[in-house]
């Protein structure tokens, strides 16, 4: 079964931090590119992060780049979102994308960062 499940998401103030977590299964996970997408209230998907199987971040959106960090750790099937310096406009589900052709989808989850 393939499985992404996304953790550690909550309500913070502006110029907090949050870690997200993404604990993937073997198929979602391995030798794959994973992503972070967001999506706020009444706005499209958008891509925030990408990471090489091996580690290398690939993207970061203009909007979150000096501030988020992603990584991943392989031995654990996990993928981390370190968000620091967070704002208002990051206030979206975050969710996580892996696979093959980034064909799965973890459940999302919700950060609020409030003014």
């Known amino acids: 079964q393939v499985q992404l499940v996304e953790s550690g998401g909550g309500l913070v103030q502006a110029g907090g931090s949050l870690r997200l977590s993404c604990a993937a299964s073997?198929?979602?996970?391995?030798?794959?590119?994973m992503a972070w997408y967001r999506q706020a209230p009444g706005k499209e998907r958008e891509l925030v992060t990408t990471i090489s199987w091996s580690g290398v971040p690939t993207y970061y959106a203009d909007s979150v780049k000096g501030r988020f960090t992603v990584s991943r750790d392989n031995a654990k099937y996990t993928m981390y979102l370190q968000m620091n310096n967070l704002k208002p406009e990051d206030t979206a589900t975050y969710y996580c994308?892996?696979?093959?052709?980034?064909?799965?989808w973890g459940q999302g989850t919700q950060v609020t960062v409030s003014s």
């Open positions: 073997t198929r979602a996970f391995k030798p794959y590119t």
């Open positions: 994308n892996g696979g093959p052709v980034g064909n799965y």
